[in-house]
């Protein structure tokens, strides 16, 4: 069965450092999201891209935060600097397209910043 | 806004008791609805969906009920196991021209005991 990949699965940081996370989406799907989930808590969107276009960013700490998908394909989140509150799992998520509801989860990179 | 109310955990059961994890939701439009679980250090794996007014999403024993008119979806299951413990998120998901992110619940803790 197809799954989303992503790496690393765990980091530890310390604050003002640069981290960036990578994902790959399931063969096939265009659409890939990237969630931020604070523990105890639901994800939250970060970022939506269509193909190699963003759809939706509100939701990104643009001054720090950056992701792109420069092929369509894979894509990389980066944060730089880091903060203590950025500790966090960042879930990378895809579809086959973004009219399609039922999205695929990767198994997550755990942030630790120090 | 959208949103998802799901009750606070944790819930604890013996195994092989019966399983109501309720959930609410509130939004603008039509949404389609999902349970996804996660198991401790790991990403979400969707357990089930439902995408239309009395749809029944269904598996792994696992089943939930789109109700229009209580604005609900509660999972339930018949005989929970200890392999059953983890977190489970109710989620919704609208189309629109900005994308279609999942709005989650803040999730429920179930812990199944011998």
């Known amino acids: 069965e197809a799954e989303v990949a992503q790496s690393p699965r765990y980091k530890i940081t310390e604050k003002s450092q640069a981290v960036a996370f990578w994902c790959d989406p399931i063969?096939?799907?265009?659409?890939l999201y990237w969630y931020r989930q604070i523990l105890g808590q639901g994800p939250e969107l970060l970022v939506q891209f269509q193909d190699e276009s963003v759809v939706d960013d509100s939701q990104l700490p643009k001054d720090r935060f950056s992701a792109e998908r420069l092929k369509g394909v894979d894509s990389t989140l980066k944060i730089q600097p880091a903060e203590l509150g950025d500790s966090a799992m960042y879930l990378c998520a895809s579809s086959l397209e973004t009219g399609r509801k039922t999205q695929y989860f990767g198994p997550g990179t755990r942030l630790l910043v120090l | 806004g959208n949103s998802v109310t799901q009750m606070e955990g944790p819930v604890t059961l013996s195994e092989e008791a019966f399983l109501t994890i309720n959930c609410t939701y509130t939004?603008?439009?039509?949404?389609?609805l999902f349970w996804y679980v996660q198991y401790p250090g790991e990403g979400l794996q969707l357990l089930l969906k439902?995408?239309?007014?009395?749809d029944k999403g269904s598996n792994k024993g696992f089943e939930a009920t789109y109700r229009k008119e209580t604005t609900s979806f509660h999972l339930e299951k018949g005989s929970v196991q200890v392999s059953d413990s983890a977190v489970y998120f109710c989620?919704?998901?609208?189309?629109?021209?900005?994308?279609?992110?999942?709005?989650f619940g803040t999730g429920t803790q179930l812990k199944v005991e011998l």
């Open positions: 063969s096939g799907h265009a659409t």
């Open positions: 439902a995408t239309k007014a009395d």
């Open positions: 989620a919704l998901v609208i189309l629109t021209g900005g994308g279609n992110k999942l709005t």
């Open positions: 939004a603008t439009g039509y949404p389609s």
